[in-house]
């Protein structure tokens, strides 16, 4: 089972703010949380990572609820080379396991 | 930072001959490395966990004669795809950790093609 909960797709247009949820409301103490999107045909391409409040880097950034139940990934201008699924799972060094869920694909109209 | 590499990016070998991959750490000592192969459904399957001056530990369905790995050091691992076939294809990551810590790091994955 999932440890994640997404919204199945969301649409776009090109140079809009995009922000896809992710509820993970068993996280434990331990888990960090990962953001991943995938094109047909390659491999997944690791977006952010986070544990908790805020993260951002240079192609995203990521809100964290304060209960860690939700987190929220943000992309800023998205373009029609962002239309992908998007992941976000949950791990921690305890088992290693990653556990994908259905993801949100990203539609994005020109 | 901490980062994860992993080469080949993307490798083909012949059917029945074998593949080695490769997973540094780098800014952090990765005490413990694990290895995962992405299935047709997207989840990825746990291969193995391996800890420094540990047993390596295999997960069912994986075996280490058909999936030899090598972690020397705190920042280096690899993986040997032994008698590569068609099933074995797909994208192998590579996930480490460190002491002190739970978040794991990730490589951007290997990618096998068996011709």
């Known amino acids: 089972l999932a440890k994640t909960t997404q919204p199945p797709s969301m649409e776009a247009y090109e140079g809009q703010e995009v922000n896809v949820s992710c509820s993970h409301t068993?996280?434990?103490?331990?888990?960090?949380i990962y953001w991943y999107r995938q094109v047909p045909h390659q491999g997944p391409q690791f977006i952010i990572q986070?544990?908790?409040?805020?993260v951002v880097n240079e192609v995203a950034s990521l809100f964290i609820s304060a209960d860690r139940k939700l987190s929220t990934l943000s992309l800023p201008w998205v373009s029609l080379r962002d239309a992908a699924v998007y992941y976000c799972?949950?791990?921690?060094?305890?088992?290693?396991?990653?556990?994908w869920g259905s993801g949100t694909k990203l539609i994005i109209k020109p | 930072g901490a980062l994860v590499y992993q080469y080949p990016r993307r490798t083909i070998c012949k059917s029945g001959t074998s593949m080695r991959m490769e997973c540094q750490a780098v800014?952090?000592?990765?005490?413990?490395v694990a290895w995962y192969r992405q299935s047709p459904q997207k989840t990825f399957e746990l291969i193995a966990l391996?800890?420094?001056?540990?047993?390596?530990?295999?997960e069912q369905n994986f075996t280490q004669e058909k999936f030899p790995i090598s972690h020397p050091n705190l920042s280096f691992s690899s993986m040997t795809v032994l008698n590569a076939y068609l099933e074995d294809r797909g994208l192998y990551l590579c996930?480490?950790?460190?002491?002190?810590?739970?978040?794991?790091?990730f490589g951007k994955g290997t990618r096998l093609t068996v011709v």
């Open positions: 799972i949950v791990t921690d060094n305890s088992n290693y396991q990653l556990i």
């Open positions: 068993n996280i434990a103490t331990s888990e960090y």
């Open positions: 986070g544990y908790k409040d805020y």
């Open positions: 800014g952090f000592q990765a005490t413990s």
């Open positions: 391996s800890t420094v001056n540990s047993a390596i530990k295999y």
């Open positions: 996930g480490a950790s460190g002491t002190g810590g739970t978040e794991v790091f």
